[in-house]
Structures are given as structure tokens and as C-alpha cells.
């Protein structure tokens, strides 16, 4: 059992210099960031009682909606003045010259950006055991993995190093660590934000995702960067936006709601209804997720919800979670083709099988491949058929120790909403003391985002008063 009494408590408002004093403390056992930002204690005067010396961020903004905000960024996004690896060694030197847009965002909004945060081997990956910078430890349990592909950025929220981060979800790298390490991710419907500045893996499937301790918070990052960028030919126009639109739905039943302060929403869920898993697929979870998810759906119908039991074929799901897999393989054989043919250390091993594996399928197997992702539409539409939103496990298991095999199906679940552009995230599952972190994944419709936001920020809330199963 891994011992916790080390382990900082995070809270919503979690200060630079407690996020500073968690980093060089912990940061040389975790190994969750890459590189920092310079200056940062004194650029952001640090006070000594533990607050951030007034509401005065990295872009001399006031009073902005993160002032004081700090945030961890996953090595795939650029973050101007540092390296800019992409989790491989053949960029090791490579040195972002700008920010890519949805940093600006932040930055703009007052949010104080940290570093860039440990992730797999160009995001193709399930563990963050990466063989150029090294292993990120699990924060809640040293030994285990973090996840992947975004396990650092899942990693430095869980340890009190940040309040939120960045990464990137192609089949569930941002919402498989954040049940990983119990906290909260969020993947917006594809092309809320836009993927410019962004290392890709695979263009149909990549999504910036959100990570933080709690769902408030997720509200409060997401609200500033899912803006459509007229410059990304990935993104998409929705309308209307994602979370103001959310946040009126989940203070409209306040007396005084106003769109920043953000009260809590109404707990009730009598009006919703929710596709859950059947008998036969519970039964096919690791034990410890199957009994925090069945309490789970207890809790939510005794707060009123309605759950309906579906079945899912799993082979169908790992088919599709193949197809994908192919898709990522052969992007990169045309996105890193330079790299790959330089026979030198820049690029492992592993990635390179990977990276020839799919330059060597034919155009049949390809088409194949995306004919098998486009099934995915209809397997999500006949789930979702008159409900709101699915609720699963986030993933089949729990976090597994480093010394034990990946498990091929710790995606199944996640890439559903990556085929489909869907909207869903992960929330971390009331369970008991010295228990390993379980997620809940909630997806909804493709654009449907505030209600997702409003429906997840709800179920917490009911979590918060329920007992750990």
C-alpha cells in the first residue's frame, strides 16, 4: 500500500508558492516536470503568507478571470523559450519560438504557465515511461504509472504542482491519467480548441484536454480556452460557446448566479437520464473498478437519476481502438518521417516498430481502418439514443505498477469519444482509504459540451456527500 501521509492535500485555490515548494520537493522522486518557466517567484512575487501577492500576472494583466492561476503544459504544445520536445529525444533542443494560441489564451486571461510536464514518446503511448526523459511516478501511488499519454499533466494537478494543465487526448491520454491519478479531465467536442502549435499524432483524433482537481475549476479553464481560432483548419465554430452557456446552466437555480463567481450547481438530477453498463459488462471490470462504479450508479439513482442498462460488445470496441491505434502509426510515419530515417537515438526503439508498422499498410488497410472508426458514430448514437449522457468507467482498471504489462484495453472505453468528436471527461469516483483512484467517464453528444460541464459538475457535487464504496 503506498503510503499518502506525504502527499499534499490540493485545494482549489492552490497558490504559486505552495505549487513551488510542492515542485522542489517532490519533483526530483516524481518526475512530472521537464522544464520551468524562469522567474517565477519573483516575477509573481510570492508573499510569504502563502498567496501570490495580488491578482498581477505573467502579461502585467489585472483582475483577469486566472490571475494567479498556475498551469502545467504538456511537452506536445509550445510554450515560447522552451524546449518544445514532444516527449522525443530528436527534439530534445528544439526550442518553441512562440506560444502556441491556446497558451496565449492563458496567459492572456492571466494564468501563470509553470513549464512543460513529462508525456509519452510523441503521444503515442499508455504509461509515461518515457525512454528519453524517464518515468512519472503516480502521485497517489509510487510505483504505478500515471498514465499516458498526458501523465504529467495529470500528475502535476494530482501532486499539488498546479492548479490545472494542458495535454492532449487521441484515444483518452488526458481522461485515462486523470482517473489515474484521481483527479478531473475534461476532452471538449473536437475542434473547440484549436491545435494550432501542437506536435501532432494523429490530425482526425487529437484534442486539447483540461486537467484539474475539481470541476469548478476545469469550468473556469475551459471558459477561456474553448474560442474558436479562425487560424486552425481543425477547429470548429460551435455555437454557443462552450461553458458560458454551461455555467448559466449550472447556476441557474441560485438566487444570485453570476457567470465568475460560480456557485454551485443544483444537485438534483431527477431530470436526467443516463446510459450505464449492463450486468455482463460490469462483470468484465478489474474488481476494484467494477465495485466503484456499481456504488457509483447507486448513488446517482438514489439522487434521483434514471439509469438505463446497455450492453457493448468489447470486440468491437478493441477493433475500433485498433483501427485507431493504425491511424496514430501511420500519421506519424508521415509527420516524423524525417526523424525516423535518421538511424540515430532521437527516436526509441519501440516508436520506431510503431512508426513501421503503419508506413508499411497499404491504402486498403487504411481505409479499412477509418471505415471501422466511422462505425464508431453509429455504436455511440444507438448508446446515447434517449438519454443524456453515457456514464462508464473511464477505464477497465485501476493505475498498474511499471513492472506489469500495458493493458491493450485500457482505451476502450475513452475512444469512442475521440471517433466521434464527442464531448466527455473524467471524475474521479468516491472510494475508500488507501484505495487506488477510479474514474467515471461522462460523454455526451459532439458540441453538447455545457451540458456535459453542467452534468458533471452536478454528479460531483453528489459524490462530495457520498460515502467511499
Excluded at 174 to 187: D, L, T
Excluded at 379 to 387: A, D, M, S, T, Y
Aim: include cysteine.
Amino acid at each position: 500500500m503506498a503510503d499518502m501521509g506525504n502527499m499534499p492535500k490540493y485545494q482549489s485555490a492552490l497558490s504559486l508558492k505552495e505549487a513551488l515548494i510542492n515542485i522542489a520537493r517532490d519533483n526530483d522522486r516524481l518526475n512530472i516536470f521537464m522544464d520551468m518557466a524562469s522567474g517565477l517567484s519573483s516575477a509573481h512575487g510570492c508573499s510569504g503568507d502563502g498567496s501570490d501577492g495580488g491578482d498581477i500576472d505573467n502579461t502585467g494583466a489585472i483582475h483577469n478571470a486566472l490571475a494567479g492561476f498556475s498551469v502545467a503544459i504538456k511537452a506536445n504544445i509550445a510554450v515560447r523559450g522552451l524546449p518544445f520536445t514532444a516527449g522525443m529525444g530528436a527534439f530534445r533542443n528544439r526550442i518553441a519560438e512562440q506560444d502556441a494560441p491556446v497558451v496565449t489564451l492563458l496567459r492572456e486571461a492571466g494564468a501563470i504557465i509553470l513549464g512543460t510536464v513529462n508525456m509519452d514518446e510523441a503521444a503515442l503511448g499508455a504509461e509515461t515511461n518515457n525512454p528519453h526523459f524517464g518515468r512519472t511516478e503516480n502521485p497517489r501511488w509510487p510505483g504505478f504509472t500515471a498514465g499516458g499519454s498526458s501523465g504529467g499533466s495529470a500528475a502535476a494537478v494530482a501532486a499539488g504542482f498546479a492548479r490545472a494543465a494542458l495535454g492532449t487526448d487521441t484515444m483518452g491520454s488526458c481522461r485515462i491519467p486523470a482517473a489515474y491519478c484521481g483527479v478531473v479531465g475534461y476532452k471538449p467536442s473536437y475542434g473547440r480548441i484549436g491545435m494550432n502549435g501542437i506536435e501532432p499524432l494523429s490530425r482526425r483524433l487529437d484534442h486539447v484536454g483540461v486537467l484539474a482537481a475539481n470541476m469548478a475549476d476545469i469550468v473556469l479553464v475551459a471558459d477561456v480556452v474553448c474560442q474558436f481560432d479562425s487560424s486552425c483548419i481543425w477547429a470548429i465554430d460551435y455555437a454557443p460557446p462552450a461553458v458560458s452557456m454551461a455555467t448559466s446552466a449550472a447556476t441557474a437555480h441560485t438566487a444570485d448566479a453570476t457567470h465568475r463567481t460560480l456557485p454551485n450547481p443544483i444537485v438534483g438530477l431527477e431530470q436526467h437520464r443516463f446510459a450505464v453498463l449492463d450486468e455482463a459488462s460490469v462483470q468484465r471490470l478489474q474488481p476494484a473498478v467494477a465495485k466503484a462504479y456499481q456504488q457509483a450508479v447507486r448513488t446517482l439513482r438514489g439522487a434521483g437519476a434514471i439509469t438505463i442498462a446497455r450492453s457493448v460488445d468489447p470486440t468491437l470496441l478493441a477493433a475500433v481502438r485498433r483501427a485507431g491505434l493504425l491511424l496514430c502509426e501511420a500519421e506519424l510515419a508521415i509527420s516524423l518521417a524525417a526523424e525516423y530515417q535518421r538511424d540515430d537515438a532521437g527516436v526509441s526503439q519501440h516508436l520506431r516498430s510503431m512508426i513501421a508498422f503503419g508506413a508499411h499498410k497499404s491504402a486498403v488497410d487504411l481505409v479499412r481502418a477509418g471505415a471501422k472508426m466511422d462505425a464508431a458514430i453509429l455504436i455511440e448514437r444507438q448508446l446515447l439514443q434517449g438519454v443524456d449522457a453515457l456514464l462508464w468507467p473511464t477505464a477497465p482498471q485501476t493505475a498498474f505498477a511499471f513492472d506489469q504489462p500495458v493493458p491493450p484495453d485500457q482505451a476502450d472505453f475513452t475512444c469512442l469519444a475521440n471517433f466521434t468528436g464527442a464531448a466527455a471527461l473524467s471524475l474521479p469516483l468516491p472510494v475508500g482509504s488507501g484505495s487506488m483512484p477510479v474514474g467515471l467517464q461522462i460523454m455526451t453528444r459532439r458540441g453538447a459540451d455545457a451540458e456535459l460541464l453542467a452534468i458533471g459538475w452536478a454528479i460531483e457535487k453528489i459524490f462530495q456527500l457520498a460515502p467511499p464504496s
